[in-house]
C-alpha cells in the first residue's frame, strides 16, 4: 500500500486540532479507531483473550502504546481515534487504564464523512487499524472485521512486523543516501528482543547497520553489528526449542554448529573478514575467508533474503566507487 491518507481532521481532549497525517511530525504513526460498545458502562475493546488462568493477557490498546513507548529510537506514534465525544469517558478509560498514546475524538463518530470515505467499521469489539509512513502514505490497515477467533492477536502481530519492515526501507534509503549515522540509526532499531518475536528481521537489520558503520569508518561498531547480523543468521540453523525469552537469542546461537552453510551466512563472514582486516586483525580475517569458501546451499527466498541481496550489491558498489 502505498497511497496517501486523505486529509483528517480530529479533536484533542482539551480541544486543539490534529490534523492528520501533517502533524505525524515525520514519525511512523499508528492510527487505532475505537468506540465504546452501545451497552451501558461497557468498555472499550481493549482485550484480546485470556489465559488458563481466565485474566486477559493483553489488548491491542496497551499493545499500540508498547510499540511507541519500546521504539529505540522513539519514532513511532500512536494516536487512538475515538468514534465517540464523550471526552471525559476517554480520559477515565486512559487513566484507569495507565495508557500513554494520544487520544483524540472523532467529531460526528462513525457519521463523520471522512470515516465513511475511508471504510472505517465499527470499533466497539475489533478496533480499527492504519499504519502511516514518515510521509503519511499507508502501510498496512486492518478493519474491524473478525478473524476466527484471533483476530486481535493477528492485529498485534501484523503491526509490529510492519513498523519494523518500514524501518528496514527508511535505513537502507539512508544507506543509499551516504547518510551513515541516520543509517546506523535506524537499522539499530526498532526494537530490543521482545515476544512476539517471531519474524527474520534481525540478521538483515545488524547487516546493514555494520555496512552503515563501514560508511562511518567505525570499525569495532561495524564488527560488533555484523557479529549480531551472523549470530542471528545462524539461529535459522537452530533445531532445538527456543526459549519464551526472545533476550537470550544469542545464547541459542552460540550452541550452533554450522555444517552447511547459506549463501547469506557466508557473505556475512565474508564482510566479518573485511571489518577485520580493518581492524589489523588479518590471521582472523584469512581463518574467516577460509572458512567462507566453504561450499555453500543457496539460503531460503524470502524479502529477508532480498533485502541481504540489496545490502551486498550496495557494498559492491560503494567499493567500485571509493576506487575511481
Given amino acids: 500500500m502505498t497511497g496517501l491518507l486523505p486529509t483528517m481532521k480530529l479533536k484533542t481532549l482539551d480541544g486543539r486540532t ?11 504513526t499508528l492510527l487505532v479507531f475505537v468506540e465504546p460498545s452501545a451497552a451501558p458502562d461497557a468498555e472499550f475493546p481493549i482485550d484480546i483473550g485470556e489465559g488458563d488462568d481466565k485474566i486477559p493477557h493483553h489488548n491491542f490498546l496497551q499493545f499500540a502504546c508498547d510499540l511507541a513507548d519500546r521504539h529505540v529510537n522513539k519514532d513511532v506514534t500512536t494516536i487512538v481515534a475515538f468514534l465517540s465525544e464523550d471526552a471525559e469517558r476517554i480520559n477515565a478509560l486512559m487513566k484507569t487504564r495507565g495508557l500513554t498514546f494520544q487520544a483524540a475524538i472523532v467529531p460526528g463518530g462513525l457519521a463523520n464523512p471522512m470515516v465513511r470515505r475511508m471504510g472505517i467499521l465499527s470499533a466497539d469489539r475489533i478496533p480499527n487499524v492504519i499504519l502511516l509512513r514518515r510521509d503519511g502514505s499507508i502501510v498496512w490497515r486492518a478493519s474491524g472485521l473478525p478473524y476466527g477467533d484471533s483476530e486481535k492477536f493477528v492485529n498485534l502481530l ?8 518500514c524501518e528496514i526501507e527508511t535505513a537502507y534509503e539512508a544507506l543509499k543516501k551516504g547518510n551513515f549515522k541516520e543509517a546506523a540509526r535506524v537499522f539499530g532499531g526498532p526494537y530490543l528482543p521482545w515476544a512476539p518475536d517471531r519474524y527474520g528481521w534481525r540478521p538483515p537489520r545488524y547487516h546493514g547497520q555494520a555496512l552503515a558503520y563501514m560508511g562511518l569508518k567505525d570499525w569495532n561498531a561495524a564488527l560488533e553489528s555484523i557479529e549480531k547480523a551472523i549470530d542471528a543468521q545462524k539461529l535459522r540453523f537452530f533445531r ?3 526459549s519464551k525469552d526472545p533476550t537470550l537469542w544469542r545464547k541459542e546461537a552460540a550452541t550452533v554448529t554450522i555444517n552447511n552453510p547459506d549463501d ?8 566479518k573478514a573485511e571489518i577485520l582486516d580493518k581492524l589489523g586483525r588479518r590471521d582472523e ?6 572458512r567462507a569458501a566453504e561450499p555453500a546451499r543457496p539460503d531460503v527466498p524470502s524479502l529477508y533474503k532480498s533485502t541481504h541481496e ?15
Fill in 18 to 28: 490534529l490534523s492528520l497525517p501533517q502533524d505525524t511530525k515525520g514519525k511512523l
Fill in 158 to 165: 501484523a503491526a509490529k512486523v510492519h513498523i519494523e519492515t
Fill in 240 to 242: 532445538e526449542r527456543r
Fill in 264 to 271: 547469506t551466512l557466508v557473505e556475512l563472514w565474508n564482510t
Fill in 285 to 290: 580475517a584469512a581463518q574467516m575467508r577460509k
Fill in 310 to 324: 540489496k545490502l551486498i550489491d550496495w557494498l559492491k558498489q560503494h567499493k567500485m566507487e571509493a576506487q575511481k
